[in-house]
């Protein structure tokens, strides 16, 4: 068996191993999660489900990991990645319950009612027993094109497992719409579409959490992607403006999308171009995303009031997200010596500070060339220094990094990597069951990495 062919088998059969996860212990309704690092360990959750997704989700990531330099063609490429999802399509949600919560929310909208007001338990949803009580009482915090799907999606399922369904084929589209994409970017920055293709497209990130888990950051990728697609041509007055709606119907899924909208702007002149050159395409791309999220926000009829809503999803507290990890850390030793402080939201302002300076950093440098990239690792920035990471957040720069960098990718492997075994097949993160030594192992991580970048430019001569 040759060398291509051995990692797609190995791939397909941890695809397989892992829908017989989801189908023996995936998030189904009514909300109920058993598999926890406890249970599995007594035996709780029996002897299928657990090594069925251990195995699985071994399997996966290690053909994913292996075919990087095995990649005979970007369609054999694609094909793999084809093959690896189509097992999870018609089977339970892997790894959260995030869906459920779409659902209702889309069935909100749908009959006349505000998700922005309040959380989907006050407002009447009928399957309110299949959301996370973490997020019963939470406002919608997704913008009013994500919205606009969840409804469209309740009113064409009708039941619960319908609207599922259709919010499944929302998302596989936001994936065609990411493979369509990936590679016009990549040819025009010259960077292998084969490559490209199976970073992201292979990625186990992408079965797992856009394809069976059916997050909206499917579609806000696939928005992202075709936006940067349409700014690298060249830069007449149509371009900017597609270029802007687009971005701005992505920001209307997932506000994260904003932070690529600067390096669009750059796109359109040339390296190094005075500032005053980048007046007149930030007009047009600003323009044009305003107009698209404004014309969307009054169909909805909601306004923006997703954006007051942003703060709920700050309850999740762990050791994922490198500034809430050090704070996690820095309240540990505090207990040690006999300190009762809060140290989290703290680190947690600091981190977005950092983030602040290093997006206007990134945007400053991009203008030397290379914007696409820097866009990319302006959304590796905002998942590393935000407040909260899931493990899907990791797809973000994985897309645009995987179509634009050209050297080694071990560094952007590894992470999408861990990301891809967090979570257990009904939702459970294992951030939880490591919350100590999760938080003190990245704490010095953090720190060696800062260090090493310090001492680098201690080493550049003046």
Known sequence: MSRPLLVRCAGLAGSVLLAVAAWASGARSPWQPTMTPRTVLSGADGLLAPSAWVLGTVLLIGAWWAGRHVVPSARWAYVTAGLWALPLLPVLPLGSYDVYSYACQGHVLAAGQDPYSAG?????????????????????????????????????GGTLAGTVAALRVIAVLGVLLIAVCLPILARRRGVPVERAVWLVLACPLIPIHLVSGAHNDAVMVGLLLAALAVATRPPATVTLIAAGVLIGLATGVKVTAVVVLPFLVLMAAPARAPIRALV???????????????????????????????????????????????????????????????????????????????????????????????????????????????????????????????????????????????????????????????????????????????????????
């Open 120 to 156: 989907v338990a006050a407002l009447g949803c009928p399957w309110l027993d299949a959301v996370s009580p973490t997020w019963r009482a939470s406002p919608a915090p997704y913008g009013p094109v994500f919205l606009l799907l969840a409804a469209a999606a309740a009113k064409l």
């Open 280 to 462: 007149r395409p930030a007009a047009l791309v600003l323009g044009a995303a305003a107009a698209a999220l404004v014309a969307v926000s009054a169909v909805t009829g909601l306004g923006f009031g997703w954006l007051a809503n942003l703060s709920d999803s700050g309850a999740s507290v762990q050791w994922t997200s490198p500034p809430t990890a050090v704070g996690l850390t820095a309240e540990l030793v505090g207990r040690i010596f006999g300190a009762q402080w809060t140290v989290v939201p703290a680190t947690r302002i600091l981190g977005l500070a950092v983030l602040a300076v290093a997006l206007v950093a990134l945007w400053w440098r991009a203008r030397g060339g290379d914007p696409p990239r820097s866009a990319g690792l302006a959304l590796a920035a905002t998942v590393a220094l935000a407040p909260v990471f899931h493990p899907w957040y990791a797809i973000w720069p994985q897309a645009v990094l995987g179509a634009t960098v050209r050297r080694e990718t071990r560094w952007l492997v590894v992470p999408a990597a861990v990301a891809a075994a967090l979570c257990l097949p009904d939702g459970y993160n294992l951030a939880l069951a490591t919350r100590v030594q999760g938080a003190v192992a990245m704490t010095v991580l953090v720190g060696v990495l800062a260090a090493r970048r310090w001492r680098g430019r201690q080493a550049v001569p003046a």
